[in-house]
C-alpha cells in the first residue's frame, strides 16, 4: 500500500481506533501497579511502564504469529495474569511508612507491568499487524501511536485512583476478565470448543476471570487482616 491508495489511510483509521480500544489494558495495568509508589517517581513509573509495554509489542511483533498458535503459551500467561490482579488487590502492609525502598518500589512496578503487558501485548500485537495488511510502516505506525495512549490512559487512571479506590477493584477485575478469555482461546483448550458455542464459552470464562480474582483477592486480603495481630 502507497500513501495515495485509500487503503492505506482506512489501515492508518483502523489502526488509531485498535490502539484507543486495547491501549486502555496496559494503562490499567501500569496505573494499578504505580499507585503505592511516592508522587516524585509516579511518573517515571508511568514512562518506564509505557517503554516495557512498546518494547514488548515490537519482540512480539516478529514472534506473534508462532507464539499465538503454539498450545498452553496463553493458558499460561492468562494464569500469570490472574496472580498479578490477585497481589495487586493485597493489603496495605506497608501504609505507605515507607518500610521498603523507593527504587525497589519502582522496580518492582515496572516487574509487574512487564510481567503482565507480556501476556497481553501478544492480542495487541495480532490486531495491529491484522490491521496492518502487512505494511511494516502501517505496524511502526501502529507502536508509535501507542505511546501516548497508554501514557495519557496511565495518568488519567492514576488520578481517578486517589480519588475512588474501588477502581483499584475494577481493574483487577478487567485483569482477571482478560485473562479468562486468553485462557478460553488457548489452541490446547479450543480444540474441544464447538465453533458455535466458541463466543458464550469466550465470555463465560472471561466472567468467571473476573469474578474469581475478585473472591480470592477479597479471600486475601481478609487473611492478611487476621494475621496481623497474631505477627505484631
Same mark, same amino acid.
Given at each position: 500500500?502507497? &500513501?495515495?491508495?485509500? /487503503?492505506?489511510?482506512?489501515?492508518?483509521?483502523?489502526?488509531?481506533w485498535i490502539d484507543l480500544l486495547l491501549s486502555g489494558d496496559n494503562a490499567v495495568v501500569i496505573a494499578l501497579a504505580c499507585r503505592k509508589l511516592p508522587p516524585q517517581q509516579? /511518573?517515571? @513509573?508511568i514512562a518506564l @511502564?509505557? $517503554?516495557?509495554?512498546?518494547a514488548l509489542r515490537v519482540v512480539f511483533? @516478529? $514472534? &506473534?504469529?508462532? $507464539?499465538m498458535t503454539m498450545p498452553y503459551v496463553k493458558l499460561i500467561g492468562?494464569?500469570? $495474569?490472574?496472580?498479578? /490482579?490477585?497481589?495487586?488487590?493485597?493489603?496495605?502492609?506497608?501504609?505507605?511508612e515507607g518500610e521498603v525502598e #523507593? #527504587?525497589?518500589n519502582l522496580w518492582q512496578a515496572v516487574k509487574i507491568i512487564a510481567i503482565a503487558d507480556a501476556v497481553m501485548s501478544l492480542d495487541n500485537v495480532i490486531a495491529i499487524a491484522m490491521a496492518a495488511r502487512g505494511s511494516y510502516a502501517l505496524l511502526m505506525f501502529g507502536l508509535a501511536v501507542s505511546i501516548p495512549l497508554i501514557m495519557a490512559g496511565a495518568a488519567i487512571v492514576m488520578a481517578l485512583l486517589e480519588r475512588l479506590p474501588v477502581i483499584v477493584w475494577a481493574? /483487577?477485575?478487567?485483569?482477571?476478565?482478560?485473562? @479468562?478469555?486468553?485462557? #478460553?482461546?488457548?489452541?490446547?483448550?479450543a480444540v474441544y470448543i464447538a465453533p458455535a458455542m466458541a463466543h458464550t464459552i469466550h465470555i463465560a470464562a472471561a466472567a468467571f476471570g473476573a469474578i474469581f480474582v475478585l473472591v480470592f483477592g477479597l479471600l486475601r486480603r481478609?487473611?492478611?487482616?487476621r494475621s496481623a495481630p497474631d505477627e505484631a
Open positions: 500500500m502507497t &500513501v495515495d491508495d485509500p /487503503a492505506f489511510w482506512l489501515a492508518v483509521v483502523q489502526i488509531i509516579r /511518573a517515571w @513509573g @511502564g509505557t $517503554l516495557v509495554a512498546i511483533t @516478529g $514472534l &506473534v504469529t508462532t $507464539l492468562g494464569l500469570l $495474569l490472574i496472580w498479578i /490482579a490477585i497481589k495487586l488487590l493485597g493489603g496495605e502492609e506497608n501504609n505507605g #523507593s #527504587s525497589t481493574g /483487577a477485575a478487567l485483569l482477571g476478565w482478560i485473562a @479468562g478469555e486468553i485462557i #478460553s482461546k488457548d489452541p490446547a483448550i481478609r487473611w492478611q487482616r
